[in-house]
């Protein structure tokens, strides 16, 4: 009976931590008793914890059953329309600081659970230097420091998805690996608006089991906070962003841009012995920036991303393998190597209320930018789907209906280019209409 009155007290008190502060709590707690004393005690020792999370129920519908997409994945064969549970994610962080209220260690675990299963997103620690309050180390599963859409979470972002670049180069955004920032916690610091980080990752990301070779991807990001422009109250933001990694050919047989061998530009088979065994490479350079505008009620915000590189994949897809790519019958692939570049812009503008916003958004994802559509497919060039170029217009209205809730109507336009390939002659009917609910706590 003792045991199951502290439970239930810890628990209230774990409850109460999320929304109140110290002092609330211990005007209520008699600390002239032994059970008084019990509940100051354990409250002091986990009034560090926090709890967080969303849930994005949504309603969708695209131009013809069973399409590709990337507005929260594929359709099934005979489906044009669906309710799904987009994303329901519970975040728990554990945080300490010291006396001089500069943080000491950060833990955080968070976890994604739909109807399509409970996968984890988050789980690292996080520890912070106290003599300078400019330096920590992150390890664990984290978002890589790359640009910004990648790095902005799922219940801030204005658009239902992240453009198909990010989701392409980024796989669920994640990686396992270590990370040291640069990053002033003092408000007088004079670099006080800079962030560097700097760190080293598997490179496959959530996309596979675990790590298939030695090799590790180097990722690292400079930003400049936003900093004021003027009087009015104008805030700009910026970052450059370097990927600097790559994966091991398991096979001798690489496809590169190139003539092949009927003439077509396309991909020319690279089939020499040495090629087992080296690194493939995987070089993404980027830059953002963002400018918001303040307004009588609300802002303006405009944002711009670019990434160009080198992608090492396979046949059929741009995506970074999880695994080692292999055949039905157990055999290795072979890899295709491609220069792409891809890039988003945003047109963010309140309503004469911070409740009521309107949103525009272009992306492009090009996965190889040495060919144009009507060299894909044609005859011997080795080309495929994964070298059509797509872009996606998007738009949509927001309402806010308080700080836990509102709702995103928003409708995409995807362009393909024409290419002589099978089904991708001209347009796919693949626009698609979002309805989302967002919950927040």
Known sequence: MRMTKHLLVLCLLLLFSVVTRAQFLTDMIDTTTSLGRGMFSMYKKYDALRFSGYIQPQFQWIGSKGAESYAGGDFPEAVDNRFMLRRGRLRVDYERYNEEGMPVVQFAFQFDGTERGVFIRDFYGRFFENKWNVLSLTTGMFARPFGYEVNRSSSDRESPERGRMSQILMKTERDLGAMLSFEPMRKDHPLRNLRIQAGLFNGQGLAGPSDFDSHKDLIARISLKPVPLNAQGWRLSASVSCLYGGMQQFTRYIYRSGTAGNGHTGFRLDSAAGNEGRIAPRHYYGADAQLRIPNRKGHTEFRAEYIRGTQTST?????????????????????????????????????????????????????????????????????????????????????????????????????????????????IKDNVFTCRLQYRF
Do not use: C, M
Request: cysteine-free.
């Open 315 to 427: 046949a059929l897809g741009s995506e970074t393998p999880g695994e080692i790519p292999v055949a039905d019958d157990g055999s290795r692939l072979p890899l295709y190597i491609r220069e792409f570049d891809g890039a988003y812009f945003y047109f963010l503008q309140h309503l004469g209320s911070e409740k009521h916003q309107v949103a525009l958004k272009y992306d492009w994802y090009d996965p190889n930018r040495e060919l144009d559509g009507g060299q894909i497919g044609q005859p011997g060039s080795n080309t495929t789907v994964a070298d059509v170029r797509f872009d996606t217009f998007g738009g949509g209205y927001l309402y806010y209906f308080n700080p836990h809730l509102k709702v995103v109507f928003w409708y995409d336009l995807v362009r393909n280019e024409t290419t002589d390939l099978e089904g991708y002659t001209s347009d």
